[in-house]
C-alpha cells in the first residue's frame, strides 16, 4: 500500500528499537497514527479495540505478541507464563481464526527450542515470516483474480468493470495488497478499466474510512454506497462481481465475514452475480464443517451501533434514542450454495469441500 507514493504497512518491527509498531485505524482516513505495541498486553488491547483488524493483520499482530511477551520476560522466559499469554492474546477476538493459527504456530516455533535464551529471536523470526508469507499470499491471489477480472472486461462493450466489496479486505487487513482488492489493484496495474462500489460498512464504517481511503491511495476510481444500496445496484445492471475478504471460512465452503456480506450474497444469486471470496489458507478453519453452526459469531458492544465517531476521532454522536437497546453482531456466515468461488494463493476453487481438498491436500 502506498501512502503519498511512500510504501506503508499496518504493522512493522522498527530495527532501531526492536519495537512493534500499528497504524491505529480507528484513527483513518482523518489522522495516521502509529501505535507501539510494547506487551502482549498492548497487543491484546489493540486487537479486541480494533486499532488492527483483519483477519491476516490480526494473525501477524497475534504472532508478534508472543514476541512482545518474551521481550519483557528477559533472559528467563517462563514457559507456562508464555502460554498464558498466548492463550489471552488468542481470545481477543473470537472470529477470526488466523489469530489462532499464528499465535500458536510462533508458540510452536519457540517451544521446540531448548535453549530458552534463543526464544525471543525464535518469536521475532516466526512473525516475520508469517507476515512474509501473508503479503506474497495476498500478491498471488491478486494475480489469480486479475484472470477473472480480465474475463469479465473482455464480455463487455465498455471494457469496464463494476466491482462491489464489503467492509475491508485490502491491504491495511492484509499486510500489503489485500484480499479482496489484490485483484483489484492488480488488474487497475493492468490497465483494465475497473471501478468499485465500496460498502460503508457500519457500525465502524470499514468500507467507507478505509476502503475509499485505500482506493484513492492508489488512484483506482470508486464510489462509496450505503450498506442496503447494493440490492439496487445489481438489479439495475451496475455490478458486474461482488469479491470479499473473510475472517474465517470452513473447507466446505461457509463464510464468516462482516456483517452483511450474507446479505449481498442473497442479492447476488438473485440477479445472477458471480460472488467471489478471496482467501489465503490461513483463513480457512481445517476443523469445521458447519459455518453457520460451528463458526462463533462475536457480540461487540451496543455503543458502536448507538454513537458514530466524527472527526476528529474524540467526538461521537449518538444517532439513536438514548433509552433505546441496540445489538452489535460484527460478523454473519454466508452459505457455500451462495459462493461462485474461492481465489486463493494457490488458484481459483469451487466453494466445496472437493476443490478446497483439491486445491490444500496436505491439509487433510
Known amino acids: 500500500m502506498k501512502n503519498n507514493?511512500?510504501?506503508?504497512?499496518?504493522?512493522?518491527?522498527?530495527?532501531?528499537?526492536?519495537?512493534?509498531?500499528?497504524?491505529?485505524?480507528?484513527?483513518?482516513?482523518?489522522?495516521?497514527?502509529?501505535?507501539?505495541?510494547?506487551?502482549?498486553?498492548?497487543?491484546?488491547?489493540?486487537?479486541?479495540?480494533?486499532?488492527?483488524?483483519?483477519?491476516?493483520?490480526?494473525?501477524?499482530?497475534?504472532?508478534?505478541?508472543?514476541?512482545?511477551?518474551?521481550?519483557?520476560?528477559?533472559?528467563?522466559?517462563?514457559?507456562?507464563?508464555?502460554?498464558?499469554?498466548?492463550?489471552?492474546?488468542?481470545?481477543?477476538?473470537?472470529?477470526?481464526?488466523?489469530?489462532?493459527?499464528a499465535v500458536n504456530r510462533t508458540l510452536k516455533a519457540v517451544l521446540a527450542e531448548p535453549d530458552k535464551s534463543r526464544w525471543t529471536d525464535i518469536a521475532r523470526r516466526t512473525a516475520g515470516e508469517?507476515?512474509?508469507?501473508?503479503?506474497?499470499?495476498?500478491?498471488?491471489?491478486?494475480?489469480?483474480?486479475?484472470?477473472?477480472?480480465?474475463?469479465?472486461?473482455?464480455?463487455?462493450?465498455?471494457?469496464?468493470?463494476?466491482?462491489?466489496?464489503?467492509?475491508?479486505?485490502?491491504?491495511?487487513a492484509c499486510i500489503e495488497y489485500g484480499t479482496a482488492t489484490a485483484p483489484v489493484y492488480a488488474a487497475h496495474a493492468a490497465g483494465i478499466a475497473v471501478h468499485v462500489w465500496v460498502d460503508?460498512?457500519?457500525?465502524?464504517?470499514?468500507?467507507?474510512?478505509?476502503?475509499?481511503?485505500?482506493?484513492?491511495?492508489?488512484?483506482?476510481?470508486?464510489?462509496?454506497?450505503?450498506d442496503n444500496a447494493g440490492g439496487h445496484l445489481m438489479q439495475h445492471g451496475m455490478v458486474d462481481m461482488v469479491i470479499v475478504g473473510t475472517d474465517r471460512s470452513t473447507y466446505t465452503g461457509d463464510v464468516a465475514n462482516k456483517i452483511g456480506t450474507y446479505l449481498k450474497a442473497l442479492a447476488a444469486k438473485d440477479n445472477h452475480i458471480p460472488f467471489y471470496v478471496a482467501l489465503p489458507s490461513s483463513t480457512f478453519d481445517w476443523t469445521l464443517t458447519d459455518g453457520v453452526a460451528q463458526i462463533p459469531i462475536e457480540e461487540r458492544d451496543p455503543d458502536e451501533v448507538r454513537y458514530i465517531p466524527g472527526a476528529p476521532r474524540s467526538r461521537e454522536y449518538l444517532l439513536m434514542p438514548e433509552t433505546s437497546p441496540a445489538a452489535n453482531y460484527a460478523f454473519d456466515v454466508t452459505p457455500a450454495r451462495l459462493v461462485t468461488g474461492f481465489i486463493t494463493e494457490r488458484g481459483i476453487c469451487r466453494a466445496d469441500a472437493a476443490d478446497v481438498r483439491r486445491m490444500f491436500p496436505e491439509k487433510f
Open 5 to 101: 507514493n511512500t510504501q506503508l504497512r499496518p504493522i512493522w518491527l522498527d530495527t532501531s528499537s526492536d519495537e512493534v509498531r500499528v497504524i491505529d485505524q480507528r484513527a483513518l482516513p482523518h489522522q495516521q497514527i502509529h501505535m507501539p505495541l510494547h506487551s502482549a498486553a498492548d497487543v491484546i488491547y489493540a486487537i479486541k479495540e480494533m486499532v488492527v483488524r483483519g483477519a491476516p493483520l490480526i494473525g501477524v499482530t497475534g504472532a508478534y505478541g508472543v514476541f512482545a511477551a518474551l521481550k519483557n520476560a528477559g533472559t528467563r522466559p517462563d514457559e507456562q507464563g508464555l502460554r498464558i499469554a498466548a492463550d489471552r492474546i488468542i481470545r481477543a477476538r473470537p472470529t477470526a481464526v488466523n489469530l489462532a493459527w
Open 130 to 172: 508469517i507476515a512474509a508469507e501473508e503479503v506474497e499470499n495476498s500478491k498471488n491471489i491478486g494475480r489469480f483474480g486479475l484472470s477473472l477480472i480480465a474475463g469479465m472486461a473482455e464480455k463487455k462493450s465498455t471494457g469496464l468493470v463494476n466491482i462491489l466489496t464489503h467492509c475491508n479486505a485490502g491491504a491495511l
Open 200 to 226: 460503508e460498512t457500519r457500525p465502524l464504517n470499514q468500507g467507507a474510512r478505509l476502503t475509499a481511503w485505500e482506493l484513492g491511495q492508489q488512484g483506482v476510481p470508486h464510489t462509496v454506497i450505503t
